[in-house]
C-alpha cells in the first residue's frame, strides 16, 4: 500500500524557512518523479517542483530559487526547503506520486502558515 506522510510544516515569519519531509512507503520513491504542490485556503492545487528518477527537478516560478526538492534513496524521504518564506506561501502542502496521472496519490498534507 502506497503511504506517503507529510511533516515539517508550521508557523515562521516572512523571510524565514522551513524544511519539509515527506516519508514514502509501499513503493520506491526513486524510481517515479515525485512533486511538492499546495493548497491555499480558498484556492486550488498548484503544483511546485518535480523531481524525477534521473535527479533532475523542475520548479513553478512563483517559487523558482526559494525552494528546493531532494531527495534521500536510503530513507525514501522527499524533501521541501523552503527559503524567503512569503505570507503568500501560507498554504497546505503535499507530495505527491503520480501528480500528472489521473489516480495520483498525495499525503494527509503539512500546513504552512507564514505571518508576523
Known amino acids: 500500500e502506497v503511504q506517503l506522510v507529510e511533516s515539517g510544516g508550521g508557523l515562521v515569519q516572512p523571510g524565514g524557512s522551513l524544511r519539509l519531509s515527506c516519508a514514502a512507503s509501499?513503493?520506491?520513491?526513486?524510481?517515479?518523479?515525485m512533486c511538492w504542490v499546495r493548497q491555499a485556503p480558498g484556492k486550488g492545487l498548484e503544483w511546485l517542483s518535480t523531481?524525477?528518477?534521473?535527479?533532475?527537478?523542475t520548479y513553478a516560478d512563483s517559487v523558482k530559487g526559494r525552494f528546493t526538492i531532494s531527495r534521500d534513496n536510503a530513507k525514501n524521504t522527499l524533501y521541501l526547503q523552503l527559503n524567503s518564506l512569503k505570507t503568500e506561501d501560507t498554504a497546505m502542502y503535499y507530495c505527491?506520486?503520480?501528480?500528472?496521472?489521473?489516480?495520483?496519490?498525495r499525503g494527509q498534507g503539512t500546513q504552512v502558515t507564514v505571518s508576523s
Open positions: 505527491a506520486k503520480d501528480f500528472f496521472r489521473p489516480n495520483w496519490q
Open positions: 523531481i524525477f528518477t534521473d535527479g533532475s527537478t
Open positions: 509501499g513503493f520506491t520513491a526513486s524510481s517515479v518523479y
